[in-house]
């Protein structure tokens, strides 16, 4: 019996990212369990540290481990200003349509680091957050990420009436977001007119 659940356990996690789901799980608990940030454009922060699991050769945090823990403080966020549960009410979903990271200087084994996550603002369709890592050996910016979070069977205005109880304005887009949804928006233009290219030649 014991060698069967050992074989099903070894199944389990040869088959599924059993970590992925049992930290999402420790971070909605987290959140659930602090109090409410009612701040929706207030700049959040959670703390992590380079464990044995994040490294690449070199022993420095692998680069897709960044967009991983990213992924958590987004729903530590997310929880923590009410526009998770505003959105599940409402029907709606929230799913990454765009990321760009920059890396600035890696993060060792044993480094601890934060992450402050905040929204710096949102259109139709779409949140716009910024995430940075930031080393608390010296308070070093060591990646720095923009993230669209689309907004699908909804929008990002009425999720915000649903949270407030009142229509927030949103702030205005700081140059760098301006330029990203520029890139963004030509990137999809382009991607169009390919298939349509590719359509007219089948």
């Excluded at 369709?125 to 720095?144: C, H, M, P, T």
């Excluded at 229509?167 to 382009?190: G, N, R, T, V, Y």
Aim: charge should be positive; glycine fraction near 6%; include cysteine.
């Amino acid at each position: 019996m014991l060698l069967l659940a050992l074989g099903v356990l070894l199944l389990l996690f040869c088959s599924v990212d059993v970590w992925y789901f049992l930290r999402g799980a420790q971070v909605f608990f987290q959140a659930w369990f602090q109090p409410r940030i009612w701040d929706i454009l207030a700049e959040q922060s959670i703390d992590g540290m380079v464990l044995p699991h994040d490294l690449d050769y070199m022993g420095h945090m692998n680069n897709s481990r960044y967009l991983r823990e990213c992924d958590f403080a987004r729903f530590h966020h997310y929880m923590r200003n009410g526009l998770f549960m505003a959105s599940h009410k409402l029907g709606a979903k929230m799913v990454v349509g765009a990321s760009t990271i920059r890396y600035r200087r890696s993060l060792a084994f044993g480094e601890a680091f934060e992450i402050r996550t905040k929204v710096v603002g949102w259109d139709e369709k779409a949140f716009y957050l910024e995430q940075r890592f930031v080393s608390k050996k010296d308070g070093f910016v060591s990646a720095i990420m923009l993230c669209r979070q689309n907004v699908v069977r909804c929008s990002p205005e009425t999720i915000i009436e649903f949270v407030c109880k009142r229509k927030i304005e949103c702030p205005e887009f700081p140059e760098d977001l301006k330029h990203w949804i520029s890139f963004i928006s030509a990137s999809s233009q382009a991607l169009r007119a390919e298939s349509g290219l590719e359509e007219k030649n089948k």
